[in-house]
């Protein structure tokens, strides 16, 4: 998608605050290297990982040679590939909020601009709790390493800094992160990260709609019954207790991930593929979100959290068990909600969004249902029970796009039954699929931005979610544990996801 925007990137210094962290062990540097693989990444890129641990340059590469080597996509690791790459990559260790460090990294920065002919061009990538990314921003701008952005004004280098989410905690600390953030940057610096954009299926939302004439015409309140969203994991928090305990799956999915798949699925065809004709179309449906406030909350929104239980046969701990989880926690782990988007094309199609952990199955889905087909035909026979046609668009597992639509049963009866017709990516492109960050690092070296949430669409998605939060603030929590793992959530989630549509198409109950 939108590749007749990108440009080719220039080589720069990509400097990672959060360097001996978990993101960077797991997606940035197994990303990095397999850009150079795909000889992708622009020759002579530098790395400068920042980070609060003691470590030597050459300490700094062999950790991220082992965490290539344990996460890499592609196996085995070329080490004449990784090798070079890893020569280029250097480590600059500091506290976050000040002190010597910023005026060395400075310096170091000046100095590995000489020796690689980097030329100014700098991305910062903050991979850092957000609490601490005024700090870092004012620190950089004081030592004068944000100052480039004059020079780049000019168009003789460039200066980017990389937000990872959460983008703040409710609407009023995004908008303060933000008002920070715009008096140091300007809006085609800033990138902030949704890596749901980066997953090729989510990137065929826009090319399966718009390259196709079949789908458009069908894709209004006049044929849909009901869009659906899911993203549904397996998984509990996964050693990331202290983090998730404090934020919830609302902040930590359903604004981000399961809202950016509802506005490319639901948005008008843009003006064009450029980065701002997209996002104003994403930003126009969050405008028509109906919020749920009030009353609404509780009608409209279930949440979740859950307790011990037997996944595959193995006993998984509760929520509250977890490391780093206050044993009384009231942090939910799970929400489904009905809402609706009021504009002209979907006015009435309720919309159901649900984000889980733990769950029945790992699945990210979009369904669109159709309206049935008139009962007087093969609707009308006795024993004929005839489902809705379902598009279901799966972003991840078996990632693929299946309809599905009744057919005769072959034999002298008239018999019907329900069948799929399935595009499985997998047996289509054999080619395997790069991960979301390396095609949304090549988009920021290249300062292609359509992939990255504007701060408009980052405020309305949480204008949408603070007023359930603040919802829930005013209630007592539901008792919780309140749904086991393995399954598909509380009961409280069946009253309006009865109304029509179950969870996920695999996961039926
Ligand atoms: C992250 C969330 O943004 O996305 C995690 O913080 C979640 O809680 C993860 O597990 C899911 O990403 P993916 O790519 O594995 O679906």
Redesign the pocket.
């Known amino acids: 998608m939108f590749e007749l925007e990108r440009h080719k990137p220039e080589r720069g210094i990509v400097v990672i605050f959060g360097a001996s962290g978990d993101l960077t062990r797991r997606k940035l540097a197994p990303a990095l290297y397999n850009l150079a693989r795909q000889n992708l990444l622009p020759d002579g890129t530098v790395v400068v990982g920042y980070g609060r641990t003691e470590m030597t340059d050459e300490v700094f590469r062999n950790r991220l040679g082992e965490s290539v080597s344990t996460f890499s996509r592609t196996q085995p690791i070329e080490s004449d590939i990784w090798n070079a790459l890893a020569r280029r990559m250097f480590y600059q260790r500091g506290s976050y909020d000040g002190g010597d460090a910023y005026p060395a990294l400075h310096r170091r920065l000046l100095e590995l601009d000489e020796r690689f002919g980097t030329g100014g061009n700098r991305i910062f990538y903050l991979a850092v709790p957000p609490g601490v990314v005024p700090a870092i921003l004012r620190n950089l701008s004081s030592v004068g390493s944000l100052e480039r952005r004059r020079r780049c004004d000019e168009g003789t280098c460039y200066l980017r800094v990389v937000f990872e ?1 959460p983008f703040g905690h409710d609407l009023e600390s995004a908008r303060r992160l933000s008002n920070e953030i715009d008096r140091l940057l300007e809006e085609p610096q800033i990138f902030r990260m949704d ?2 954009l980066g ?1 090729e299926t989510v990137q065929n939302i826009s090319v399966l709609r718009f390259a196709n004439s079949i789908f458009e015409h069908v894709w209004h309140s006049a044929s849909v019954r009901y869009v659906r969203v899911t ?1 549904a ?1 397996t ?1 509990g928090v996964e050693g ?1 207790g202290g983090y ?1 305990d404090s934020t919830g799956i609302l902040r ?2 359903l604004q ?2 399961v809202l950016q798949l509802l506005t490319l699925v639901t948005m008008e065809p843009p003006a064009s593929l450029s980065a701002d004709a997209i996002r104003d179309e994403k930003a126009k449906v969050l405008r028509c979100l109906r919020p749920l406030e009030g009353e609404e909350v509780v009608r409209s929104v279930a949440r979740g959290q859950y307790g011990r239980g037997v996944v595959d046969g193995v006993e998984v701990p509760a929520y509250r068990e977890e490391e780093g989880v206050d044993p009384n926690s009231a942090t939910e782990t799970f929400v489904g909600l009905r809402t609706y988007i009021d504009n002209w094309r979907w006015a009435g199609v309720p919309v159901y969004l649900c984000a889980g952990k733990r769950l029945a199955q790992a699945l ?1 889905e979009v369904s669109i249902e159709f309206k049935e087909a008139p009962r007087v035909l093969f609707g009308a026979m006795e024993g004929v029970e005839l489902k809705p046609n379902r598009l279901t668009l799966r972003i ?1 597992p078996d990632e693929g796009v299946s309809l599905r639509f009744a057919s005769k049963v072959p034999g002298l009866k008239m018999e019907l039954r329900d069948v799929e017709m399935d595009f499985p990516y997998g047996s289509a492109f054999p080619a395997a699929s790069p991960e ?1 960050y390396e095609r949304l690092l090549l988009d920021v070296m290249g300062g292609n931005s359509a992939l990255f949430a504007r701060r408009d669409e980052v405020e309305l998605a949480w204008q949408f979610a603070t007023s359930i939060l603040e919802g829930w603030q005013k209630r007592p929590p539901p008792e919780f544990p309140n749904y086991a793992p393995g399954t598909w959530g509380p009961v409280s989630a069946e009253r309006f996801f009865a109304e029509g549509a179950s969870y996920a198409d695999a996961g039926d109950r």
Do not use: G, M, S
């Open positions: 989410k890596h749901y997953k993203v994991e998984l990331r998730f930590d999915i981000n991930h990210t991840q979301a």
